[in-house]
T-cell receptor, first 112, second 113 residues
Framework: DAKTTQPNSMESNEEEPVHLPCNHS???????IHWYRQLPSQGPEYVIH???SNVNNRMASLAIAEDRKSSTLILHRATLRDAAVYYC?????????????FGKGTSLLVTP | DTEVTQTPKHLVMGMTNKKSLKCEQH?????MYWYKQKAKKPPELMFV???????INESVPSRFSPECPNSSLLNLHLHALQPEDSALYLC????????????FGQGTRLTVV
């Protein structure tokens, strides 16, 4: 499986934008970039995913580098409820690769 | 309905007990997954089912026995567990054959005494 590298932790002030980076230098051409987050005592929750182009949804934006070796999850205005562990995961599109294999993730702390 | 429902939410069992965890979804997803998560660690994949057939077993000990009786249900049968098997067990589902989102349940918190 192609691996991802994320910072262990990040901190943000409430109501400010947050940029969560992810490196995936061994990504293959058919791997999708997925982001999930896990709030304390809950199951992981889908945030966003993309292949090559930047993506926006109601929760966040995903910026993908042109060479696809890195990506950034952008929370436009952090709230206290966004404090969670954020996982960047490469999801293959063939064979056994449909399963999500979690890395260590980034623990986001949001302070008032 | 975009929910994955897991029961029970909490379970305490002795090392000689037999118990089962249950997972249900009604989104028509044909891929279902079991994960194990220890405290402050990421979820670890245990099993993958596609179209009710086991497609991936990540070298999980035989004291964990998965079962997929139909396209909406996934069970995890537990027998002769050890205290180190205490963890949060998560179920997930997704469409098979696409790279779209997966949906996770809230998990079953298992304690083996």
């Amino acid at each position: 499986d192609a691996k991802t590298t994320q910072p262990n932790s990040m901190e943000s002030n409430e109501e400010e934008p947050v940029h969560l980076p992810c490196n995936h230098s061994t990504i293959s051409g058919t791997d999708y970039i997925h982001w999930y987050r896990q709030l304390p005592s809950q199951g992981p929750e889908y945030v966003i995913h993309g292949l090559t182009s930047n993506v926006n949804n109601r929760m966040a934006s995903l910026a993908i580098a042109e060479d696809r070796k890195s990506s950034t999850l952008i929370l436009h205005r952090a709230t206290l409820r966004d404090a969670a562990v954020y996982y960047c995961i490469l999801r293959a599109t063939g064979g056994s690769g449909y399963a999500l294999n979690f890395g260590k993730g980034t623990s986001l702390l949001v302070t008032p | 309905d975009t929910e994955v429902t897991q029961t029970p939410k909490h379970l305490v069992m002795g090392m000689t007990n037999k118990k089962s965890l249950k997972c249900e979804q009604h989104m028509g997803h044909r891929a279902m997954y079991w994960y194990k998560q220890k405290a402050k660690k990421p979820p670890e994949l245990m099993f993958v089912y596609s179209y009710e057939k086991l497609s991936i077993n990540e070298s999980v000990p035989s004291r964990f026995s998965p079962e997929c009786p139909n396209s909406s249900l996934l069970n995890l049968h537990l027998h002769a567990l050890q205290p180190e098997d205490s963890a949060l067990y998560l179920c997930a589902s997704s469409r098979w054959g696409t790279a779209g989102e997966a949906f996770f349940g809230q998990g079953t918190r298992l304690t083996v005494v």
